[in-house]
């Protein structure tokens, strides 16, 4: 109980201290390293965008090509996101093991395999394979990158460098609209392996997250690398100590396990993490992200037009995030975000309705344009990126392995349901599925509303000290 109890008193002290003294880099600038490193990074996010979208373009030629039927096409649709959930399992504790940087590196030969099966598939079983080899690289991704980028950035520079993530996973998934109007499914998937490789060559010149290399204890590393992130010279010395003492304190800790999360002490941390999550997934993102295409050619629609226009929104909105980021604040964001996919989502589903009963039906088709572009522009703006960097700001590290597994394993296993179904759901009703989409988004400004804390300008420690109090 006393040990429990310093504990606390140390993560309170370490966490104010540093808030009092700037601590966490509070003036810290964008050295070339810190660009070199989070550029590095997010080569996972353009790649982790590239594969979201693939589906989309890639639908009828696969179809016509392999012969696949409508189930077998949506398993292929789906079954990223089987990977995607084996992939989280393992993030948290796998980034722990090998560090950030190792873990991108695994993800990378994950999904550059992945890319190649489908390049040489000539039946749905090597197009199976290939893709959930993707998504369990992507499944990595998703957690790594955010995490790794916050780590690294000093408090003032957070918010913006960790919405690049948010930023090239909108530009991959763009990329890969664009192209794919123009050249053939293997062609893209080779344009998709691009930026595996671009990664792997990248992570020999980044140095490992200072954070990580002070929790497994190589006390010279984490400070040569905190150093060469901040600059030659920099003083770190307020930074490195607050690091120091707020690991040492987590250290009196035992190392967290996924059942310890579900103590009081990380409810709230626990709560807002999954419960973003979950409200992403369940209002559509992936899968209007997977089958936009078929969307619009239900609606009567171009597939090329609709497909095209979403990505030529979707980035300078995903833009304008970043720029807001550490100005505005995340909960701003997320709830204009959220407001957004709530309108664009009804909209959708009121032109559906309209042409099922035969009324205005040379409007329906752009109302679902109009409807579909919103939402992809808002879900860019906040929904697409800010729950990861979130859920990368609100547990501490010694929870945040175990936090990590199952917070992205929520969030796939919810991509999963959503994408494996949406079809399904299609076919009973489109304006139903739309309506359902547009209720759960507004189910996330209430949440967002009532539970998710503001993390802008301040330290790591000073979030997770405030958000995870130890209790005795």
Request: proline letters at 3%; charged letters at 10%; aromatic letters at 10%.
């Amino acid at each position: 109980m006393d040990r429990q109890e310093g504990a606390e008193q140390g993560l309170l002290t370490a966490a104010s201290s540093g808030g009092g003294r700037g601590g966490g880099g509070g003036g810290g600038s964008a050295t070339g390293v810190l660009l070199l490193s989070t550029l590095v990074a997010v080569c996972g996010s353009l790649e982790f965008g590239a594969a979201i979208g693939y589906s989309s373009p890639a639908e009828s030629g696969i179809m016509d090509d392999l012969g696949l039927s409508l189930a077998e096409y949506s398993v292929f649709g789906s079954i990223m996101t089987v990977g995607a959930i084996l992939g989280a399992i393992m993030s948290g504790k796998l980034a722990d093991l090998v560090g950030r940087r190792g873990a991108m590196g695994i993800s990378d030969i994950l999904c550059l395999s992945g890319w190649i099966a489908i390049i040489f598939s000539e039946g749905a079983w090597l197009l199976d394979i290939g893709r959930l080899l993707v998504g369990c690289g992507v499944g990595l991704i998703s957690y790594v990158v955010p995490v790794y980028i916050s780590e690294i950035t000093p408090k003032n520079l957070r918010g913006g460098f960790g919405t690049a993530h948010q930023f090239m996973l909108s530009l991959g998934s763009a990329l890969v609209y664009f192209i794919g109007t123009v050249v053939n499914w293997r062609i893209l998937a080779l344009i998709g392996a691009g930026p595996c490789v671009l990664q792997i060559v990248g992570l020999f010149f980044i140095p490992e997250s200072p954070r990580w290399l002070a929790k497994v204890g190589s006390d010279r590393k984490y400070e040569a690398a905190l150093q060469y992130l901040r600059g030659k010279n920099s003083d770190i010395s307020e930074e490195s100590t607050e690091i120091k003492e707020y690991t040492l304190t987590l250290q009196q800790i035992s190392e967290g396990r996924i059942l310890d999360l579900f103590q009081k002490t990380y409810a709230r941390s626990l709560l807002v993490g999954v419960g973003l999550m979950a409200l992403q997934q369940f209002g559509g993102s992936n899968a209007i992200a997977f089958y936009a295409s078929s969307i619009f050619e239900s609606a009567g629609f171009s597939a090329n037009v609709g497909t095209i226009t979403m990505a030529v929104v979707q980035v300078p909105m995903t833009i304008v995030g970043v720029l807001l980021m550490d100005r505005s604040g995340r909960r701003p964001l997320l709830l204009i975000s959220a407001s957004g996919t709530c309108l664009g989502c009804f909209l959708a589903g009121l032109s559906f309705l309209l042409e099922d009963f035969h009324r205005w039906t040379q409007v329906a088709p752009a109302l679902v344009f109009v409807g579909i572009v919103l939402y992809n522009a808002s879900f860019g703006l906040g929904l697409a990126g800010i729950p990861w960097l979130i859920m990368s700001e609100i547990f501490p590290i010694n929870m945040k392995g175990s936090a990590g597994s199952l917070v992205s394993l929520v969030n796939w296993f919810a991509s999963w349901i959503v994408t494996y179904i949406f079809n399904f759901l299609m076919e009973l009703s489109t304006a139903g599925t739309f309506f359902i989409f547009s209720a759960i988004a507004g189910l996330t400004i209430l949440f967002v509303a009532k539970l998710v804390p503001e993390t802008k300008g301040r330290t790591l420690e000073e979030i997770q000290a405030a958000m995870n109090p130890l209790t005795a």
